[in-house]
């Protein structure tokens, strides 16, 4: 026989007493459930009651139960009225989009009430009922983000930047410091992407590992109480299909972190039943192979419940969080038999593609129908009651609408007369014709039905158009609009466009360059060397660094850039790991969020690609889309250019750059400029990735003295050779390349002066190229991207936006690699990847045309 198990002790979700054991089909009154206590339970009962007679104490104990089931119960009608609602409000166009977690309420609560200060949720759109009963989210809250409300007082989680349900804390407050996250209930910053919200659950997880198990890490008290927090993860079912997902689970099982993933269940993704999206339609059943045993060392517990379960799904989510909190042990809740009662989202009608005898089930299985019938059935409430509390929590969710969309509106509404003011009391008069278009605008602008800022100054800026010559004058109408316009860009910033990156003084932008220091008999050194030698004096004086990935432990990476360093401080803090690259960066996504420095190493750059997605969807926009409410210090380190074959030395910049803008990207040309490079972004907190050029670890250079203090600025070109008739820019591997070419070019008669630009973002903030080209008036851009990559990029940078385009006495030139992947071997490299003839020929093309008499053709 089925058991529900009702705790009548201490709740961490809200303060009440929660359930004890009750048979499913047995009577419920104050005897049983007092009598199901815990022994624990009844000792302290004893200590604290022992003055009170029994039949009183056990009176007290069930109206408290029924209390908080009643709350329950309205905290699950609040959740669905607001799904309801907000539907209604993008369907009558006051909202863009609408997708919510109707179906789920029930489960959701039971979850909730395990969810302590401390622990963490990476999850995804349709978890508003855990948020609200969490307390990490209001009615208000939820509605303002719906209609893009960017005030963050008013829209913590994301100002606006993502579309509804899209939940994120603040860890970071006004004065760009992290909060105490143990005082604190934490949600990363949702993303759309299915399952995109994996990999980061895992290092959310691994952070409370190192807390518990790393002494030098107690010090930092505000990220973690003994490693005593759980990662609380959730996904839908038909999520579980993507890799992402089976990556994490398995990365999860192998570390034996205390991480908890719920998979909402509710048979379909979208149009496409369950039969056809997993293995034998469970899965739990197709995770067995995972399943952890008493003896097995690795592995993941396993719990299944029916989402219209109340009773059950709160002894099971207390059941398996306690081993998971205590042990470190993750654990799989599948949640079945879930509903949506309005669809999967605004944009479609699940009416389409569900059966008249599906439909009908989902509403017989609805679980605040199934939770309103148990409620009845054990004598908890009445019919009158229950109707009174959906009603209440239905004018809750209403009144939260209507006061919400109010505020939302009302600073919109005055932008918008602040413009007709400017326009109507305007003293010049244009001509009929512009005065009857003029009004036009104003009238169809004071007429929108749903008011936006898209509305106001797209009619400003028509409205500038249509304004006369007798207009244009200081204090007149053109004037007055011109800089309204200005000015209400210049907000729209604020709104919409600002916190890319960091920009307090914890920018990376904002750390001063140190040199270099050489002692006077400095030995010239293999290049890995001087990585590996400053890792260790950066792990050496920060604890909070260490770094993660394929053969960095052991081996000492596969290039021997860590050798020695696992033996020296440990195998958490040079860590090996399994080939999962997304799950690697996910890793430190989530590390970083709780207060570390992670390195996260993906062995080749051409595997990077392994983590675009997690690098673009989720790291490159964690600051953006929380309105600089969160940040993830990760670097990600690689190695790249010019090895062998195809998946061995691409250079594929431009898909990197054109998606991972928030993410510094920074190209060295030898090893200690990467190390500079990452003492600098050690000293910020934003997120970077370095590509170490892989012929550069057996070249030799002169061994530095100040380890872990030497730092290259970033976004600042470097003039390695002045010259005054071309400026070659470049970087990475190339820069060797370049050398060659330049020195043959020397031999000609021709001064070529050659700029590393070190990184691509941020690419030259000074505008050092563009001086260059002012003096040479001709300039090439070379790498080993395909034609119209990374070169095009440079080009632009300097061309248009520096203004390069005016001091030109030649077209701009780029030389790059084939459009297809390098081919293998010395021969295929030549015929493939730009070398130093290339150059040449390149340079003294250019300066042929210019002098043909000095420089006649080769060919």
């Given at each position: 026989?089925?058991?529900?198990?009702?705790?009548?002790?201490?709740?961490?979700?809200?303060?009440?007493?929660?359930?004890?054991?009750?048979?499913?089909?047995?009577?419920?009154?104050?005897?049983?459930?007092?009598?199901?206590?815990?022994?624990?339970?009844?000792?302290?009962?004893?200590?604290?009651?022992?003055?009170?007679?029994?039949?009183?104490?056990?009176?007290?104990?069930?109206?408290?139960?029924?209390?908080?089931?009643?709350?329950?119960?309205?905290?699950?009608?609040?959740?669905?009225?607001?799904?309801?609602?907000?539907?209604?409000?993008?369907?009558?166009?006051?909202?863009?989009?609408?997708?919510?977690?109707?179906?789920?309420?029930?489960?959701?609560?039971?979850?909730?009430?395990?969810?302590?200060?401390?622990?963490?949720?990476?999850?995804?759109?349709?978890?508003?009922?855990?948020?609200?009963?969490?307390?990490?989210?209001?009615?208000?809250?939820?509605?303002?983000?719906?209609?893009?409300?960017?005030?963050t007082d008013l829209n913590p989680d994301n100002g606006g930047r993502?579309?509804?349900?899209?939940?994120?804390?603040?860890?970071?407050?006004?004065?760009?410091?992290?909060?105490?996250?143990?005082?604190?209930?934490?949600?990363?910053?949702?993303?759309?992407?299915?399952?995109?919200?994996?990999?980061?659950?895992?290092?959310?997880?691994?952070?409370?590992?190192?807390?518990?198990?790393?002494?030098?890490?107690?010090?930092?008290?505000?990220?973690?109480?003994?490693?005593?927090?759980?990662?609380?993860?959730?996904?839908?079912?038909?999520?579980?299909?993507?890799?992402?997902?089976?990556?994490?689970?398995?990365?999860?099982?192998?570390?034996?972190?205390?991480?908890?993933?719920?998979?909402?269940?509710?048979?379909?993704?979208?149009?496409?039943?369950?039969?056809?999206?997993?293995?034998?339609?469970?899965?739990?059943?197709?995770?067995?192979?995972?399943?952890?045993?008493?003896?097995?060392?690795?592995?993941?517990?396993?719990?299944?419940?029916?989402?219209?379960?109340?009773?059950?799904?709160?002894?099971?989510?207390?059941?398996?969080?306690?081993?998971?909190?205590?042990?470190?042990?993750?654990?799989?809740?599948?949640?079945?038999?879930?509903?949506?009662?309005?669809?999967?989202?605004?944009?479609?009608?699940?009416?389409?593609?569900?059966?008249?005898?599906?439909?009908?089930?989902?509403?017989?299985?609805?679980?605040?129908?199934?939770?309103?019938?148990?409620?009845?059935?054990?004598?908890?409430?009445?019919?009158?009651?229950?109707?009174?509390?959906?009603?209440?929590?239905?004018?809750?969710?209403?009144?939260?609408?209507?006061?919400?969309?109010?505020?939302?509106?009302?600073?919109?509404?005055?932008?918008?007369?602040?413009?007709?003011?400017?326009?109507?009391?305007?003293?010049?008069?244009?001509?009929?014709?512009?005065?009857?278009?003029?009004?036009?605008?104003?009238?169809?602008?004071?007429?929108?039905?749903?008011?936006?800022?898209?509305?106001?100054?797209?009619?400003?800026?028509?409205?500038?158009?249509?304004?006369?010559?007798?207009?244009?004058?200081?204090?007149?109408?053109?004037?007055?609009?011109?800089?309204?316009?200005?000015?209400?860009?210049?907000?729209?910033?604020?709104?919409?466009?600002?916190?890319?990156?960091?920009?307090?003084?914890?920018?990376?932008?904002?750390?001063?360059?140190?040199?270099?220091?050489?002692?006077?008999?400095?030995?010239?050194?293999?290049?890995?060397?001087?990585?590996?030698?400053?890792?260790?004096?950066?792990?050496?004086?920060?604890?909070?660094?260490?770094?993660?990935?394929?053969?960095?432990?052991?081996?000492?990476?596969?290039?021997?850039?860590?050798?020695?360093?696992?033996?020296?401080?440990?195998?958490?803090?040079?860590?090996?790991?399994?080939?999962?690259?997304?799950?690697?960066?996910?890793?430190?996504?989530?590390?970083?969020?709780?207060?570390?420095?992670?390195?996260?190493?993906?062995?080749?750059?051409?595997?990077?690609?392994?983590?675009?997605?997690?690098?673009?969807?989720?790291?490159?926009?964690?600051?953006?889309?929380?309105?600089?409410?969160?940040?993830?210090?990760?670097?990600?380190?690689?190695?790249?250019?010019?090895?062998?074959?195809?998946?061995?030395?691409?250079?594929?910049?431009?898909?990197?750059?054109?998606?991972?803008r928030g993410i510094h990207v920074c190209v060295p040309r030898d090893?200690?400029?990467?190390?500079?490079?990452?003492?600098?972004?050690?000293?910020?907190?934003?997120?970077?990735?370095?590509?170490?050029?892989?012929?550069?670890?057996?070249?030799?250079?002169?061994?530095?003295?100040?380890?872990?203090?030497?730092?290259?600025?970033?976004?600042?070109?470097?003039?390695?050779?002045?010259?005054?008739?071309?400026?070659?820019?470049?970087?990475?591997?190339?820069?060797?390349?370049?050398?060659?070419?330049?020195?043959?070019?020397?031999?000609?008669?021709?001064?070529?002066?050659?700029?590393?630009?070190?990184?691509?973002?941020?690419?030259?903030?000074?505008?050092?190229?563009?001086?260059?080209?002012?003096?040479?008036?001709?300039?090439?851009?070379?790498?080993?991207?395909?034609?119209?990559?990374?070169?095009?990029?440079?080009?632009?940078?300097?061309?248009?936006?520096?203004?390069?385009?005016?001091?030109?006495?030649?077209?701009?030139?780029?030389?790059?690699?084939?459009?297809?992947?390098?081919?293998?071997?010395?021969?295929?490299?030549?015929?493939?990847?730009?070398?130093?003839?290339?150059?040449?020929?390149?340079?003294?093309?250019?300066?042929?045309?210019?002098?043909?008499?000095?420089?006649?053709?080769?060919?």
């Amino acid at each position: 026989m089925t058991k529900f198990l009702l705790f009548v002790g201490h709740s961490t979700f809200n303060k009440k007493p929660n359930f004890a054991s009750l048979d499913a089909y047995g009577e419920l009154n104050r005897h049983n459930c007092s009598a199901m206590m815990t022994s624990k339970q009844k000792t302290e009962e004893t200590i604290s009651n022992d003055s009170q007679p029994k039949a009183s104490n056990e009176a007290l104990k069930f109206e408290e139960f029924r209390k908080e089931v009643l709350n329950d119960y309205r905290l699950a009608h609040l959740s669905r009225q607001m799904s309801v609602l907000a539907r209604r409000e993008v369907l009558n166009g006051k909202a863009k989009f609408g997708i919510f977690g109707d179906g789920k309420e029930v489960a959701q609560i039971a979850m909730a009430k395990q969810f302590r200060n401390g622990d963490w949720r990476s999850g995804y759109y349709r978890d508003q009922t855990f948020m609200l009963a969490t307390g990490m989210t209001t009615p208000e809250k939820f509605f303002a983000m719906l209609y893009g409300e960017t005030r963050t007082d008013l829209n913590p989680d994301n100002g606006g930047r993502s579309m509804n349900n899209h939940f994120g804390t603040r860890l970071i407050d006004t004065n760009n410091q992290w909060i105490d996250q143990t005082k604190s209930k934490n949600t990363s910053s949702d993303i759309s992407p299915t399952a995109g919200q994996m990999p980061r659950l895992t290092g959310l997880a691994l952070a409370s590992k190192l807390y518990r198990e790393q002494k030098e890490l107690s010090e930092l008290r505000q990220f973690s109480n003994n490693g005593n927090e759980v990662a609380f993860g959730t996904i839908g079912d038909a999520s579980t299909s993507e890799g992402l997902f089976f990556e994490t689970l398995n990365a999860a099982s192998v570390l034996q972190i205390p991480m908890a993933v719920s998979v909402w269940d509710d048979g379909y993704g979208i149009s496409v039943p369950v039969e056809k999206q997993t293995t034998k339609a469970s899965i739990s059943k197709a995770l067995k192979g995972l399943e952890k045993g008493r003896r097995d060392q690795s592995g993941i517990l396993i719990y299944e419940a029916f989402g219209w379960d109340y009773a059950t799904l709160c002894q099971i989510y207390e059941d398996g969080i306690q081993k998971c909190r205590k042990d470190h042990v993750p654990v799989l809740f599948h949640i079945k038999e879930l509903t949506q009662p309005t669809g999967h989202s605004t944009s479609g009608s699940h009416e389409r593609y569900k059966s008249e005898e599906r439909l009908k089930w989902e509403k017989e299985k609805d679980c605040l129908v199934q939770m309103r019938d148990w409620m009845l059935d054990k004598g908890l409430a009445d019919e009158s009651a229950l109707d009174q509390v959906e009603e209440e929590a239905r004018k809750e969710a209403v009144d939260a609408q209507k006061s919400t969309y109010a505020g939302y509106l009302a600073p919109i509404k005055q932008e918008r007369q602040e413009l007709i003011d400017i326009v109507e009391l305007k003293h010049c008069i244009c001509d009929a014709a512009r005065e009857d278009e003029i009004k036009k605008i104003v009238s169809g602008l004071k007429n929108t039905v749903n008011l936006n800022r898209k509305e106001i100054l797209s009619s400003a800026r028509k409205i500038l158009r249509h304004v006369c010559v007798s207009c244009d004058k200081p204090g007149g109408l053109k004037d007055s609009l011109r800089k309204w316009v200005h000015n209400y860009y210049e907000s729209g910033k604020e709104k919409y466009n600002l916190f890319l990156y960091d920009e307090s003084d914890k920018s990376p932008l904002k750390v001063a360059p140190v040199a270099p220091q050489y002692a006077d008999d400095a030995p010239r050194v293999p290049g890995r060397e001087i990585i590996r030698d400053n890792f260790n004096a950066v792990f050496a004086n920060n604890p909070r660094v260490l770094t993660l990935g394929e053969d960095t432990g052991k081996l000492g990476g596969v290039n021997q850039t860590l050798e020695g360093l696992q033996s020296k401080y440990g195998e958490w803090r040079v860590r090996d790991t399994g080939i999962h690259e997304a799950t690697i960066v996910g890793e430190g996504i989530g590390l970083a969020l709780r207060g570390l420095r992670p390195i996260a190493e993906i062995q080749y750059f051409d595997y990077l690609l392994y983590t675009l997605h997690t690098l673009s969807d989720d790291l490159a926009s964690t600051h953006y889309r929380t309105k600089g409410g969160q940040k993830a210090p990760v670097i990600v380190r690689t190695r790249g250019h010019r090895l062998e074959g195809i998946w061995h030395s691409g250079s594929p910049l431009s898909m990197v750059i054109n998606s991972i803008r928030g993410i510094h990207v920074c190209v060295p040309r030898d090893m200690t400029r990467a190390a500079g490079m990452y003492n600098t972004i050690l000293e910020g907190e934003d997120p970077a990735l370095v590509i170490e050029p892989l012929n550069g670890y057996r070249i030799r250079e002169k061994q530095p003295s100040n380890w872990g203090e030497f730092r290259i600025p970033l976004g600042i070109p470097e003039i390695i050779t002045e010259g005054t008739d071309v400026t070659l820019v470049t970087y990475g591997s190339c820069v060797r390349i370049a050398a060659d070419a330049i020195s043959q070019l020397n031999d000609a008669g021709i001064s070529v002066e050659l700029i590393d630009i070190q990184t691509l973002l941020p690419f030259d903030t000074q505008g050092i190229i563009l001086e260059s080209l002012k003096k040479t008036n001709r300039i090439v851009f070379f790498d080993e991207d395909v034609p119209g990559g990374a070169t095009a990029y440079m080009m632009q940078k300097v061309i248009e936006e520096q203004g390069g385009f005016y001091y030109l006495d030649h077209k701009p030139v780029t030389i790059t690699a084939k459009d297809h992947r390098p081919a293998y071997g010395t021969d295929g490299d030549y015929f493939s990847n730009p070398n130093a003839e290339d150059v040449y020929d390149a340079v003294y093309a250019i300066m042929g045309e210019a002098y043909p008499d000095k420089f006649s053709s080769i060919y």
